[in-house]
């Protein structure tokens, strides 16, 4: 059974930073691991996308040149480092990993974390 567990959200102020890490246990293989986020009120989005196909890392546009994905620990811990916040990044964070390639996620057979919260405030 897949597991993901999530860490590292809290509060920061306006323009800080913050580090996630998740790690996942429990699967053979994967494409896709990454990240999305759900504010009050709103769908979940993707935020970022490792693909195991061909190592790279991919954004979506409101958090590109802030947010950095990477892996660790030959592939079952995935890292969001967080820079520049603002206040439209305040969600819940979740950890995800698919068998659907970057270009395709999220697929029907998609792993959830339980998410952490990020609060960006003064």
């Known amino acids: 059974q897949v597991q993901l567990v999530e860490s590292g959200g809290g509060l920061v102020q306006p323009g800080g930073s913050l580090r996630l890490s998740c790690t996942a246990s429990?699967?053979?293989?994967?494409?896709?691991i990454g990240w999305f986020r759900q504010a009050p009120g709103k769908e979940r989005e993707r935020v970022s996308c490792?693909?195991?196909?061909?190592?790279?890392?991919y954004y979506e546009l409101p958090v590109k040149g802030r947010f950095t994905t990477s892996r660790e620990n030959t592939k079952n811990t995935v890292i969001l480092q967080m820079n520049s916040l603002k206040p439209e990044d305040p969600a819940v964070y979740y950890c995800?990993?698919?068998?659907?390639?970057?270009?395709?996620?999220?697929?029907?057979?998609?792993?959830w974390g339980r998410g952490t919260q990020v609060t960006v405030s003064s």
């Open positions: 995800a990993l698919d068998t659907e390639d970057c270009s395709s996620w999220p697929g029907p057979r998609i792993h």
């Open positions: 429990g699967f053979t293989s994967y494409y896709a």
């Open positions: 490792i693909s195991d196909t061909d190592g790279r890392a």
